[in-house]
């Protein structure tokens, strides 16, 4: 059974890349020292890099997602490398990436112990990323193989519409991961209430992690809450809450579990509801 370690991971002011560097590292030591299979940070985790430019440029949205551009292979390398050498599958969090159409889209990159890189836009965005910063949306829905089965990832505010979950997992992922980043106690349960709700309907695992701390300096980030949790079917096996663990709210760590995937498909062909199997028939009403 894979173990996952979920990031309650606090954005800082950090000022230069090899602070940044030890920093990632040393979160990714630990979690595969506790013998974690799957790391997986928050969504816009990597916007204290802003924090390596003038003030000018870390105080303005646009200015910065400009300026992030230049650390982008650096950022892709350091993941990479890790993932290597610890063998284990890294889902990073996001980061805004400016495509050739001028557009910007927010990437989840998911990094493999064998060197692969691949990622999943985010599909809706919030108003504040449409209205103030101008993120504009992705179109394609991924899931990705790993030696554990196939793992989808829905980015924050994704996870609060189930068409996209529903996809995946008729794909064959069994894990959600859902890098989030919320700036309201409301936002925060939204996305909770979100990934409850789609590890109910499609009887599979679900995990969320969260960006906590503030960041005065920040333009884009400067308040975040919420904790992380990997939540389960609510069924027979499973916690009859459907939360497996969760962290204590705005705390800095690593939450874990371990995962017993095959138990996905056991739930759902012997479960006491057919929640999965039962979502064609949800259509046939008029």
Avoid at 19 to 35: H, I, L
Avoid at 58 to 82: C, I, R, V, W
Avoid at 143 to 171: L, M
Avoid at 192 to 219: D, F, K, M, P
Wanted: glycine share 6%; proline share 4%; net charge negative.
């Amino acid at each position: 059974m894979p173990k996952i370690a979920s990031a309650q991971y606090d954005i800082g002011f950090l000022e230069t890349w090899e602070n940044f560097e030890t920093k990632v590292r040393r979160w990714v030591k630990e979690a595969a020292d506790n013998k974690a299979d799957i790391l997986l940070f928050p969504e816009y985790a990597c916007m204290e890099l802003a924090s390596l430019f003038p003030q000018e440029i870390y105080a303005s949205l646009s200015g910065q997602l400009e300026a992030l551009q230049s650390l982008l292979p650096q950022y892709l390398d350091l993941f990479k490398a890790l993932a290597a050498q610890h063998r284990v599958y890294i889902q990073a969090g996001t980061f805004p990436v400016k495509h050739a159409n001028g557009e910007f889209r927010n990437h989840a990159y998911f990094f493999t112990p064998q060197g692969e890189v691949d990622y999943q836009e985010k599909l809706t965005m919030t108003r504040f990323e449409n209205e103030q910063w101008h993120i504009s949306r992705g179109l394609e829905i991924k899931v990705f193989d790993t030696v554990f089965g196939k793992v989808a990832i829905n980015i924050c505010y994704d996870s609060e519409f189930p068409h996209y979950a529903r996809q995946q997992t008729e794909r064959g992922a069994t894990l959600i991961l859902v890098p989030s980043c919320t700036d309201t106690e409301a936002g925060y349960y939204r996305v909770r209430i979100g990934c409850q709700a789609r590890a109910l309907e499609n009887q599979c695992y679900v995990v969320q992690a969260s960006l906590v701390g503030n960041a005065e300096w920040s333009e884009a980030v400067d308040v975040n809450c919420g904790a992380a949790a990997i939540y389960t079917p609510v069924d027979r096996g499973f916690p009859n809450n459907g939360i497996l663990a969760i962290g204590e709210y705005n705390k800095v760590q690593w939450v874990y579990a371990e995962l017993d995937l095959a138990s996905v498909e056991t739930v759902r062909n012997v479960g006491q509801v057919f929640n999965y199997r039962d979502w064609p028939k949800q259509f046939d009403c008029r």
